[in-house]
């Protein structure tokens, strides 16, 4: 696993609208001041800017580890409007709401439509799908992809596929996404060229972090072997309230903060339940993730960005 | 016929028990023998298996911060998300062997059987 807590020091805040860039192109994480990928004439460094993921919002949690989530999901938009050059639109990777609670669903929508950008796509995450069906979060979100959840769309020449691993359980063991759903991805990948880079996001991560936490999906494997043939591939989730990344070959995985509160690292305390931090630490460990194309052949660039 | 005033007294209190044996007996149908509350906590069902007798309500309370499920996986029965300290109840009418989970954290399994 590629993940090392007191990596957490190359993210310390300087303050809103700035952050630290990761490149991997090296498959080891580096840090740069996001200020300096800022300046005018940085493309060359930083790519095109593409998109910027938000997660696991959890609006209706209302106990000690953040008593305002909506606070921070509103810093959240802000961020995302003051970031220097304006994303063609953001993805939501879920746990919009915590309890699949309509009025939930609603205040979200509400501060939500404080960005500044063209379209909001979505993947639920399982609080929001809580009533069984999804009757709640499809009522909203369900459009694009006829009510499945899944579906794919193309911007500046990248093939962007959400992906539902929150509605599928086995018993005792992960989350997955199913067969009529791994059907539909090959069909949907078919014939596409290996040289278009993919994003596949979901909520889940889609490779094993730590089981006995369901911080995985059964069938990810699969997944992968789809897109194996595929030059850049970036995969992003959320549902762990941290950043952990990793490379292999060409796929590079991410997991993004949460804008509502942050969770233990993996095996630590009985469960990945909401971890209460000294109030003055909690915007540190809150933030979204933007997304840059990178020049030809290069991997996607991810930039964290904390709230503080 | 004299009756002694402490037989009169005993008739009273077998009538009152009698009243008393009523009551208990329309409790019961409120409370049911067999009833059994499962308590939610530190990301587990406490107890994991319980037997209850067909007809008994069982009731499940989330201690924890975090929300829970309480889902069958054969879809018998299916709770909101569970915040702290909410409860949710079902009556099991069929004996049988119910398995069931938490969908927020399906690692979280347990099971009722009713006899």
């Known amino acids: 696993m590629n993940y090392d807590p007191t990596r957490r020091s190359a993210l310390r805040c300087m303050g809103i609208g700035a952050g630290t860039l990761f490149s991997l192109s090296s498959g080891v994480l580096s840090g740069f001041d996001l200020a300096q990928a800022a300046q005018p004439g940085a493309d060359s460094a930083t790519g095109t800017p593409l998109f910027v993921q938000i997660s696991d919002s959890h609006i209706g949690f209302n106990k000690e580890a953040n008593p305002d989530v909506a606070g921070t999901l509103a810093q959240s938009v802000a961020l995302v409007n003051a970031l220097p050059a304006r994303p063609a639109f953001v993805l939501h990777t879920g746990d919009i709401t915590h309890l699949s609670r309509p009025a939930e669903f609603d205040h979200a929508a509400q501060l939500l439509s404080g960005l500044r950008v063209a379209e909001l796509h979505t993947t639920p995450g399982e609080h929001d799908v809580t009533d069984g069906a999804g009757t709640e979060y499809f009522a909203r979100y369900g459009g694009p992809s006829k009510n499945r959840g899944y579906y794919s769309f193309d911007h500046a020449g990248v093939h962007f596929v959400g992906l539902v691993n929150v509605m599928q359980f086995k018993a005792g063991g992960l989350a997955s996404l199913g067969d009529d759903q791994l059907g539909w991805l090959k069909d949907d990948l078919s014939g596409r060229s290996a040289s278009q880079p993919i994003v596949l996001f979901a909520h889940m991560p889609m490779w094993s972090i730590y089981e006995p936490w369901g911080w995985g999906s059964s069938d990810s494997s699969q997944v992968l072997a789809l897109v194996s043939r595929f030059g850049s591939v970036t995969v992003l989730n959320g549902h762990i309230h941290q950043i952990v990344s990793k490379v292999e070959g060409h796929v590079t995985f991410h997991t993004a903060r949460s804008t509502a509160y942050p969770q233990p690292a993996a095996g630590v305390g009985p469960g990945p339940g909401p971890l209460s931090v000294p109030h003055d630490q909690l915007p540190r460990m809150l933030g979204v993730t933007s997304v840059a194309r990178a020049p030809l052949h290069q991997p996607l660039r991810l930039t964290d960005t904390a709230l503080a | ?115």
């Not at chain 2, 409370?31 to 319980?50: E, Y």
Request: proline residues 6%.
């Open chain 2, 1 to 115: 016929m004299h009756v002694p005033t402490s037989r009169r007294a005993a008739g009273a209190i077998l009538a009152a028990c009698v009243v008393l044996t009523l009551s208990a007996g329309a409790g019961a149908a409120l409370a049911r023998q067999g009833d059994t509350l499962v308590t939610i906590k530190s990301f587990d069902f406490h107890p994991m298996t319980i037997t209850v007798p067909a007809g008994a309500t069982v009731t499940w309370k989330n201690l924890d911060a975090e929300p829970h499920t309480v889902t069958s996986t054969d879809g018998a029965f299916h709770s909101p998300a569970l915040d702290q300290d909410d409860t949710f109840s079902f009556k099991f009418a069929r004996p049988g062997v119910y398995k069931y989970l938490c969908t927020i954290h399906p690692r979280m399994v347990a099971s009722v059987t009713v006899k």
